[in-house]
C-alpha cells in the first residue's frame, strides 16, 4: 500500500474516530499532495519519496509555526501545530541513527572500491548516489555528506 493510500484510508478511520484534529491534519496534508500533482503543464503522481519529503515539510512547517507561536506567547496554538506535527511525523519512516548512516557509508565506499573505483575527495558524488537513495528522507543531508567527506578524507 502507497503512503497515498494509507493517508486516504486514515482519513475515514478519524471520521470513523471522530479525532477531528487528526482528520484535519491528514485532509490537509492530502490537499497538499493533490495540488502538487495537480500543478504544472501536464499533471504527475507523486511516488512515496516525494510524498515522504512533503510530509517532511509540513511537519518542519508546523514546528516552526510552533515555536513562533510559542515565542509571541500563545501556548495554546503552539500546541495545536505540535500535534500536527506529531501526526504528520508519524507517517515519516523511522529515522536512522548516525551510526547506521555511517554503516551505510563505510559499505558503499567498501562496494565501489571493490569495482576497482580510485576513490578521493573529488568522489563524493560518486559515494553520495548510492547513500543517498539508502537513506532518503531517514537522516540529514548535510550530516551524511560531512560523514563521507570525513571518510574520504
Not at 519529503?53 to 513562533?68: F, N, P, V, Y
Not at 551510526?99 to 572500491?113: F, Q
Amino acid at each position: 500500500m502507497s503512503l497515498k493510500e494509507r493517508l486516504k484510508e486514515d482519513v475515514v478511520a478519524h471520521m470513523k474516530a471522530g479525532n477531528k484534529t487528526a482528520l484535519t491534519t491528514v485532509r490537509n496534508v492530502l490537499g497538499e499532495i493533490s495540488t502538487r500533482e495537480k500543478s504544472g503543464k501536464t499533471p504527475v503522481e507523486l511516488d512515496d519519496a516525494q510524498v515522504t519529503s512533503l510530509l517532511q515539510k509540513e511537519a518542519a512547517k508546523r514546528r516552526d509555526t510552533a515555536r513562533i507561536y510559542t515565542e509571541a506567547g500563545e501556548p495554546e496554538r503552539a500546541e495545536a501545530e505540535v500535534a500536527e506535527a506529531e501526526i504528520i511525523e508519524a507517517y515519516l519512516p523511522k529515522a536512522l541513527t548516525r551510526e547506521e548512516v555511517e554503516a551505510i557509508v563505510d559499505g558503499a565506499i567498501a562496494a565501489l572500491k571493490a569495482d576497482g573505483q580510485e576513490l578521493s575527495m573529488r568522489s563524493i558524488g560518486v559515494v553520495m548516489k548510492p547513500v543517498t537513495a539508502k537513506v532518503a528522507g531517514r537522516f540529514d543531508g548535510k550530516t551524511v555528506s560531512e560523514i563521507v567527506r570525513s571518510r574520504l578524507a
